[in-house]
């Protein structure tokens, strides 16, 4: 979820607001996430889509909401499950805490 998370980021950065007017400058996204327990399901009748939910879910929302545009935010404990993790997945991801960031 953390390299999706940066490749998004970085994709929309290239991604020019008007193909005609390059002064307009690039997509800014914000990204969030949160690790933990989620209940996925198929909803709809005429237009079924799978869904997730949870409390983690919710938080990984607030997550990208309270971000700020260009960059990756995500929670206290995802940030130490990918400090242990990294090495596992052969990737390393250097995380800079932001300090208290207030969330519904």
Do not use: H, W
């Not at 997509?27 to 399901?41: N, W």
């Not at 990984?60 to 242990?84: F, H, I, Y």
């Amino acid at each position: 979820m953390a390299a999706f998370s940066l490749d998004a980021v970085a994709a929309a950065r290239q991604t020019l607001i008007d193909t005609d007017d390059e002064a307009k400058g690039t997509l800014q996204v914000r990204a969030g996430f949160d690790s933990g327990p989620v209940v996925g399901s198929v909803v709809g009748t005429t237009y079924k889509k799978y869904t997730l939910f949870g409390n983690t879910v919710n938080t990984a929302s607030r997550m990208e909401s309270t971000g700020v545009p260009g960059s990756v935010q995500c929670t206290k404990r995802a940030a130490e499950l990918l400090a242990k993790e990294q090495r596992g997945i052969g990737q390393e991801f250097t995380v800079e805490e932001r300090g208290e960031v207030q969330v519904k």
